[in-house]
């Protein structure tokens, strides 16, 4: 996804108190959303369920009975998409296509019932957690704020238990969204929110692979947010040999930070922006350096890859691996590369690195 769009639902309502003032801040920001409603309070609050249609917004349908789908009979998960649907319908008046379970669960039933209805089910890839007692509306948008990539589905309550944290954090949410160069899309038109092919379930394997990667590597997002170009961890320095160009030999075993590509994310910004968005993201890491304890005895900055003339044109210094190590991420470069939708032919593999002082000189700069 090239472009920084994301999904704002919310569950629950309407709610004569609360769900008003979650309009007005959409509204304020001019952001859209998509609002999944209980066929109940959607009747006895028309009114409201007018104004998100006319202000712009999706609705679909919510739970008929708010109960967790594996603690109801199959008749009654079977029947929930198919009568949500008609009582939703009926209050709007133009065609419910989506459901969402309560809870976001599902048995056979329940999707048996979606398929009965003609609905397609709707979950999400952020879970606020406003619901959550020990989560206060900061702690809320500062998940949020972790977790947001392009093409995220972010669930939030606009009635029930946490309703009143969205309606705190959200003005300052919007806000966050417009800095970081977000905009809302409803369901229906968010890119990538429709029916996956082959080639978009092979490249989430790989991403899952990649997270996976991530946990048994110790990595995790540089400034701890997803969306961000590169993945960190600190490692011992696995080369031996290395000598930089002020002559200075790399000691195997230093104390160094080695960097992973956010490869969905590179390509979807191309090599040009890529490199952009690398030296922009670069000055966190360079702010990082300077102000955590543990990393003061950090001394270098590395990554092995194919991505070396980028490194190049961003300054970092390039070197030849051996042999071995460069046939096996070669090897590795062209099958994510395939996963990714790009064609076969990763160039050969090396080492881009600077010295810690030399890479906060590069990159330093006052964070946004």
């Given amino acids: 996804m090239r472009r920084r769009e994301v999904a ?3 569950d629950d309502g309407p709610d004569p108190l609360l769900t008003p003032a979650i309009l007005d801040a959409l509204r304020e920001a001019r952001a859209s959303a998509t609002f999944f409603v209980v066929p109940e309070r959607a ?4 009114e409201l369920i007018g104004r998100m249609l006319a202000e712009g917004h999706q609705v679909e349908a919510h739970a008929e009975v708010h109960r967790h789908a594996w603690t109801r009979t199959p008749w009654g998960a079977y029947l929930d998409p198919i009568r949500a649907k008609k009582r939703v319908q009926a209050v709007t008046g133009q065609p419910v296509t989506l459901h969402r379970p309560a809870h976001g669960a599902y048995t056979l039933a329940t999707l048996l019932g979606q398929r009965r209805a003609g609905v397609t089910g709707a979950h999400w890839s952020i879970e606020a957690h406003d619901w959550h007692r020990h989560y206060p509306a900061e702690a809320v948008r500062g998940r949020l704020n972790r977790l947001l990539q392009p093409g995220a589905v972010i669930v939030l309550h606009d009635a029930g238990p946490g309703a009143a944290k969205t309606v705190e954090l959200l003005p300052d949410f919007l806000s966050d ?6 905009v809302t899309r409803t369901l229906a038109v968010l890119d990538g929110a429709q029916a996956q092919d082959w080639g978009a379930l ?3 394997a790989f991403m899952a692979f990649d997270r996976l990667f991530d946990r048994l590597g110790g ?3 540089l400034g701890g947010r997803v969306d961000n170009l590169f993945r960190i961890g600190e490692v011992a320095f696995p080369l031996r040999g290395i000598r930089l160009n002020d002559g200075s030999v790399v000691p195997f075993g230093a104390k160094a930070i ?7 994310l590179l390509v979807d910004l191309g090599p040009r922006r890529g490199l952009l968005r690398g030296i922009h993201d670069f000055g966190v890491l360079a702010h ?3 102000v955590r304890p543990e990393w003061q ?11 070396s003339p980028l490194m190049a044109l961003g300054g970092y210094e390039t070197h030849d691996l051996p042999a071995a190590d460069a046939r096996r991420l070669r090897g590795w470069a062209n099958v994510l590369r395939r996963a990714y939708g790009s064609q076969r032919g990763a160039q050969r593999p090396r080492l881009s690195i600077l010295a810690r002082e030399a890479f906060i000189r590069r990159f330093e700069r006052p964070l946004d």
Avoid: I, M, W
């Fill in 177 to 182: 969204l417009k800095k970081r160069g977000y």
């Fill in 219 to 221: 990595n995790r997002p």
């Fill in 288 to 290: 990082e350096l300077q």
């Fill in 43 to 46: 009747e006895a609050h028309r």
């Fill in 297 to 307: 005895d950090v001394q270098y900055v590395f990554c092995l890859s194919a991505l």
């Fill in 258 to 264: 080695e960097f992973h590509v956010n490869n969905p």
């Fill in 202 to 204: 092979k490249r989430r």
């Fill in 8 to 10: 704002l639902t919310f």
